[in-house]
């Protein structure tokens, strides 16, 4: 079965594979420490560890809490986040 980019995001943010991360001494900056907090703990705004995939590009994805809305960009590869 082929797994899709959603699939990929979903398996990188759910709390059990987060037990195998590497945790970061420090974040680099508010981006990356706002990536972590979002992968440590789900959304920033409910704690829901569920989300709805939006447009991709590049390295990038848009990601949308399926429990309150709240709207980030990601990127995975870069340990980066912030609100749109």
Do not use: W
Not at 2 to 19: C, E, G, R
Not at 44 to 69: Q, R, V
């Amino acid at each position: 079965m082929k797994q899709t980019i959603l699939d990929a995001v979903k398996d990188y943010f759910s709390p059990v594979s987060n037990l195998f991360k590497a945790k970061s001494a420090k974040p680099k900056d508010a981006n990356e420490a706002m990536f972590i907090q979002i992968r440590d703990n789900g959304c920033l705004d409910c704690g829901s560890h569920d989300f709805l995939e939006g447009p991709t590009a590049s390295i990038a994805m848009n990601i949308k809490c399926a429990n309150c809305g709240s709207k980030y960009n990601i990127a995975p590869m870069m340990q980066f986040a912030e609100r749109i």
